[in-house]
């Protein structure tokens, strides 16, 4: 590209902004390493000065002198944190530049963004403006001309003269493009053209408008953001984190916000993004958990990812029928109001009476009463309590003895006058109340409940006693919000009552019979702001018209990227089709990419074949649900544990008629093809799945596929 004078002069001009900023970095790192280092001898020294004195020091005086260490160590650790960001920013100090004129100066200013705040030490001014500052709203939220950003202390006015974007890496200025668009497109090509890491990257030089809309959004309770397939969901509730952490900071930190995620693996993949945006890592929780906490010493239970595998082999139509039941909002209702009821018809208030003491029903029946609100099992608790505290000082005060065994007797008697032992029974009896609902609870052998009981049973138990909740989370985040049901989200209300962002994406659901739409979800938080990302980035234009091909979203809008066709091949036998995927796999070594996905149905598949590969020589790591880290390099997985993960390449293998032919199928072979980035083969002997017809008809512009045998 051949620059004209004012370009060249330009670029001189950026170059030594950058180079000052870079020497002003320079100067904090060095002065904050010096400050660490002395802090790290100072405490050396006060430690030892107090085990040599510690016998002539008095209590005060040591209690003084450990107040003074511990004040160093967390300056010391402070400035430690402090020195991260700024080596962070020596990296790359900023990524963007808006000039805005403020309406009544009396000319425009260029404001500089990057990771962190960063001010002159000398004279105070801000040199780099943190991307969440809300100056930097312009960036992502304004084209050339009028623009306006909100302060606490009101909204500024003024215009945008000028947008710039810059690529800095070691501190070296790679490119920059001037831009009058929000987040030139190429940038942004740029961005999502490279190959993928081994973890999930941060985004913020090139956020887009819609999705700064939904991490800038501070006033919603909960926040609903349904976004197609590689829209950038997951992204964007990270830097919804870090956003809601900058902005309050005073009363939220990374210790009280939580993520629900689909399994550990996801955890692991997503880890790096909030310590890039220099935060903490947030603490994770998946439904497995949850439900162990609540069911350990209750009923042995399946797990999420047992109904998952139990599904994909084959499922019964009554156990259909009894998870479509137990997925809808009439079933919490229904649920809700017969525990309600219990403690209305079922409480039968007797008389009490211990060591020729007694106390009437009516006085049992009050108390009972008394306290409807709360839990009948915490009633029936407080009654006992009542009970025990009146008879014994009733018998005390005449001289006589009380033991363990008359409260024990007393709790006894208060429990006889309700038919449940504990929330177990009332849920079970639920089943066997009604002719409608007989037959829909079907343990899975003497002491095991479906997966589908699982949370309708700690809901009873939360409705029925009190329960430990998560009071100390005042924000979670749900990941993959489709593939929970009514009576999970009423779990999820009772144990976090905090803000929430909900995110997820319709048809990547993972069971057909208990999925849960946007509308529904919304129906459970009718307060929520609801919010919807359309455009898809993950995935170039070819793979993202093959994957609407399996299941269309009209709303889905791919982004312009190109690369080469998915490519469905067909092979002679199983042994040909493991010989086609070791080529796959050959050519991908020899490529630029990085990162390639083997994403098998079934876990077994994956697991089968995974032993196949690796005897023939190669090097790849098997991910199934006991795993807790991402690696990089050869991965192969499963469809539903490869959710949320991304690669540079992905084969499937197997897409034959009899693999893929229903509904859940359906739903896998979209997730396993959605994770791709640049290239996408599958392979299949015998029949092409059902799902794949339009790959075989003739080559039309709708359907940019390559079949070849
Ligand atoms: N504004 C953006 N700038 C650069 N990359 C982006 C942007 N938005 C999304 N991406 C990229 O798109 C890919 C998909 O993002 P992410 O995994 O967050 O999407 P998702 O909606 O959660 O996907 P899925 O539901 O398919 O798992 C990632 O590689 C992410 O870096």
């Not at 080596?87 to 404001?111: C, I, K, Q, T, W």
């Not at 099992?377 to 018998?395: G, M, Y």
Request: proline share 4%; charged share 25%.
């Amino acid at each position: 590209m051949v620059l004209t004078d004012a370009q060249t002069r330009d670029e001189e001009r950026e170059r030594r902004h950058l180079a000052e900023t870079v020497r002003l970095l320079s100067g904090e790192l060095e002065r904050l390493t010096g400050d660490i280092d002395g802090s790290a001898r100072a405490i050396e020294e006060r430690k030892r000065h107090l085990w040599d004195n510690l016998r002539d020091m008095d209590f005060a005086e040591k209690a003084n002198f450990r107040g003074e260490v511990d004040m160093s160590v967390r300056l010391a650790e402070h400035a430690v944190m402090l020195r991260g960001r700024i080596e962070r920013l020596l990296e790359s100090p900023y990524f963007g530049r808006v000039d805005f004129h403020r309406r009544g100066e009396a000319g425009a200013r260029p404001y500089y963004i990057g990771v962190h705040n960063f001010s002159d030490p000398e004279t105070q001014e801000i040199v780099i403006h943190d991307w969440r500052a809300p100056v930097s709203g312009l960036y992502y939220d304004f084209e050339s001309g009028e623009a306006f950003f909100e302060t606490p202390a009101g909204t500024t006015h003024g215009e945008i003269t000028g947008k710039r974007q810059y690529k800095i890496q070691g501190g070296r200025l790679e490119y920059m493009f001037d831009t009058s668009l929000n987040i030139g497109d190429e940038v942004l090509q740029r961005e999502l053209g490279q190959s993928a890491d081994d973890r999930m990257k941060n985004i913020v030089a090139t956020i887009q408008r819609e999705q700064n809309a939904v991490i800038r959004n501070e006033t919603a309770r909960v926040l609903i953001l349904q976004g197609v397939a590689g829209s950038g969901k997951t992204s964007i509730a990270l830097h919804r984190v870090a956003f809601l952490l900058y902005r309050f900071k005073d009363t939220l930190s990374s210790d009280n916000v939580m993520i629900l995620s689909p399994n550990r693996v996801f955890g692991d993949y997503i880890a790096d993004v909030l310590p890039e945006l220099g935060e903490e890592r947030i603490a994770e929780i998946d439904v497995d958990t949850i439900a162990g906490r609540f069911l350990a010493r209750v009923t042995g239970y399946e797990a999420f990812s047992d109904q998952v595998v139990g599904l994909l082999e084959g499922v019964e139509d009554a156990a259909a029928e009894r998870m479509r039941y137990k997925a809808t909002p009439e079933f919490v209702a229904r649920l809700e109001e017969w525990i309600t009821s219990r403690a209305y018809e079922d409480f039968t208030p007797g008389e009490i009476e211990r060591k020729h003491k007694r106390l009437s029903a009516d006085w049992v029946a009050d108390l009972f009463h008394e306290s409807p609100t709360l839990p009948v099992f915490t009633r029936l608790d407080r009654v006992a309590n009542a009970a025990v505290h009146k008879l014994k000082h009733e018998v005390l005060d005449k001289g006589g003895t009380w033991a363990a065994a008359d409260t024990a007797s007393i709790r006894k008697q208060v429990r006889a006058m309700f038919p449940y032992k504990d929330a177990f029974a009332i849920y079970r009896a639920f089943y066997t109340d009604g002719p409608a609902r007989r037959g829909l609870f079907q343990p899975l052998g003497r002491k095991k409940i479906e997966y589908a009981d699982v949370f309708p049973l700690i809901y009873t138990m939360i409705r029925t006693s009190r329960q430990e909740s998560y009071g100390h989370i005042r924000h979670l985040l749900v990941d993959e919000m489709q593939d929970y049901t009514p009576i999970q989200y009423a779990v999820l209300r009772e144990l976090f009552s905090c803000t929430m962002t909900i995110l997820g994406d319709a048809n990547q659901s993972i069971n057909p019979f208990s999925s849960s739409s946007l509308s529904r979800i919304h129906s459970i938080f009718p307060e929520a702001d609801c919010l919807e990302l359309c455009k898809s980035y993950r995935s170039t234009s070819e793979i993202t018209e093959f994957a609407q091909n399996i299941s269309r979203n009209d709303k889905l809008i791919p982004i312009e990227r190109h690369g080469p066709p998915p490519q469905v091949l067909a092979c002679a036998d199983q042994h040909d089709q493991r010989a086609r995927i070791l080529t796959l796999i050959e050519q991908h070594r020899d490529s630029d990419h990085r990162s390639l996905g083997i994403i098998g149905k079934t876990l077994a598949q994956a697991e089968t074949l995974y032993h196949a590969l690796s005897g023939a020589g190669v090097e790849l790591t098997f991910l199934d649900y006991d795993s807790t880290a991402f690696t990089g390099g050869i991965v192969i997985t499963s469809a539903h544990i490869a959710k949320g993960l991304e690669f540079d390449t992905v084969i499937v293998p197997q897409v034959d008629e009899q693999n893929y032919a229903n509904e859940m199928d359906r739903c896998m072979l979209y997730i396993a093809c959605t994770r791709a980035m640049h290239e996408l083969h599958l392979t299949h002997h015998g029949q092409p799945s059902g799902f794949l017809t339009f790959s075989t008809e003739p080559r039309s512009h709708a359907h940019d596929t390559q079949t070849v045998s």
